[in-house]
């Protein structure tokens, strides 16, 4: 069980356009949602924490109008990287919470050309 | 807000020995403990927790203990293989908070 999907697992996009990140909870409902990006052998740095039916929680520092990000249901979290630069390229990883253990999903590499 | 410290950040160890990673955490209201593997490529996975209403729990090859007193918690795997290779984070929580505090995690490599 505490099955955590992302798609796409991986995805390569032109600087300028946009990219719209999935994470969904396969068995169970999460109120909340993380939204993690993690360079080469650094460790996990919070974005964000999207919760149900609200606006996203946003870390200092991370660009809002940026990283938008949307929970629209109780399985479904989705991260939009808007405008891409050749700098967001990254490992970014999405985990949610269930009772009180964060479950988090295989990740999707954004390579931006 | 709560700090989680974790040694070392790399861990070198023949097959079948032990491995000990240790981890200190700030905020005493914390209460729950996870320990996490990420392999290569993947995203981390959960693979034992503690409570603070205990102090050992074990799962096979794997034992997390836990010292309230001290506020520091290891994550201890016997007879390492190969496949133990990965990086290793530790996190710490209040049960009622959202999100957890993560260590900068700790790359083991078991040689064979």
């Known amino acids: 069980g505490a099955v955590v999907s992302q798609h796409p697992s991986w995805v390569i996009c032109k600087s300028g356009t946009s990219v719209k990140i999935e994470c969904r909870s396969l068995d169970f409902q999460a109120t909340t949602m993380f939204w993690y990006r993690q360079f080469p052998k650094q460790s996990l740095m919070l974005m964000a924490t999207s919760n149900e039916g609200s606006k996203a929680t946003y870390e200092q520092g991370v660009e809002k109008d940026k990283f938008l990000i949307n929970h629209a249901s109780l399985t479904l979290s989705t991260l939009t990287v808007t405008s891409a630069h050749p700098e967001d390229s990254s490992f970014y990883i999405c985990s949610a919470l269930l009772r009180e253990t964060q479950y988090f999903g295989p990740g999707t590499r954004l390579l931006v050309l | 807000g709560e700090n989680v410290e974790q040694h070392p950040s790399t861990l070198s160890v023949q097959e079948g020995d032990s491995a000990v990673i240790k981890c200190t955490y700030s905020d005493s209201a914390s209460n729950y403990f996870p320990w996490y593997k990420q392999e290569l490529g993947k995203g981390p996975q959960l693979i034992i927790d503690i409570r603070s209403n205990v102090g050992e729990k074990k799962d096979q090859r794997i034992a997390v203990t836990l010292n309230k007193t001290a506020k520091h918690f290891s994550l201890h795997i016997t007879e390492t293989q190969p496949e133990d290779s990965a990086v290793y984070f530790c996190?710490?929580?209040?049960?009622?908070?959202?999100?957890?505090?993560f260590g900068d995690g700790t790359t083991l490599t078991v040689k064979p």
């Open positions: 996190a710490a929580k209040y049960t009622n908070a959202g999100k957890s505090t």
